[in-house]
């Protein structure tokens, strides 16, 4: 697995068609998942992780996981598409474990000038831009891939959680609350501080290099 080059796991797989063939009746080829997903999942790993080596641990714990469950796969989704999900679980079981230390959450306070920023659903009170609302598909474009990993990691470790548990792996705001013990205003107030940190990041590294920027 590198840990040089960011490469985006929802990014277009290399040899889909020949995977899809292979895997449609549900046939896995473990002896391939290194050479052709390593990369992809310890990116993955490291977009929610600061930890290098925690981040490889939990992608091979997801290959001894996926092997020990093949007999279940049955060709839905693609080999990488199946073992993401395996390895985000393997991220939110982490996540609990290092979030019930109560001292994690203990320097979260409430600024009402920044709840002030969002509605009673938890959404802002003003739209902001595409780019920062829908990653995911932001994440299709490998430059912005390449400074937006760069960006989120550089987020405090409690912002770069709270981003990446709703913005990327789409859960809930009960969900996250839960997964974390802390309130619905404590989650939208670091939601928006995630966001503002990068939309200042994206802004000076991506955005102003775009054609027709004048950059």
């Given at each position: ?6 490469v ?5 797989e ?8 292979r ?12 050479e ?8 993955y ?12 641990e ?21 080999e990488r598409s ?12 982490h996540?609990?474990r ?6 994690y959450?203990a320097?979260l306070?409430?600024?009402?000038a ?13 739209p ?18 390449r400074v ?12 770069n ?5 709703r ?13 974390l013990?802390?309130?619905?205003t ?9 966001r503002?940190?990068l ?14 920027s004048?950059a």
């Amino acid at each position: 697995m590198s840990k040089s080059a960011p490469v985006s796991p929802v990014a277009a797989e290399p040899g889909a068609a020949q995977e899809q063939a292979r895997t449609t009746a549900g046939h896995l080829e473990p002896e391939r998942w290194v050479e052709e997903h390593g990369d992809a999942m310890f990116s993955y790993a490291m977009l929610h992780l600061r930890d290098t080596e925690v981040a490889e641990e939990l992608v091979q714990d997801t290959f001894v996981a996926a092997l020990a469950n093949a007999d279940g796969y049955q060709g839905r989704a693609s080999e990488r598409s199946w073992l993401i999900s395996i390895l985000k679980h393997k991220i939110i079981d982490h996540i609990r474990r290092v979030s019930r230390r109560r001292e994690y959450w203990a320097d979260l306070e409430d600024d009402a000038a920044e709840t002030s920023a969002f509605r009673d659903d938890g959404h802002f009170s003003s739209p902001v831009r595409e780019w920062i609302d829908n990653p995911q598909q932001a994440l299709q474009q490998k430059e912005f891939y390449r400074v937006f990993t760069a960006c989120l990691q550089g987020l405090p470790e409690k912002l770069n959680t709270v981003f990446t548990l709703r913005e990327l792996d789409q859960l809930s705001t009960e969900e996250i609350c839960k997964l974390l013990d802390i309130t619905s205003t404590n989650l939208w107030v670091m939601l928006h501080r995630a966001r503002l940190r990068l939309r200042r990041c994206m802004e000076a590294r991506w955005l102003d290099t775009e054609p027709g920027s004048g950059a």
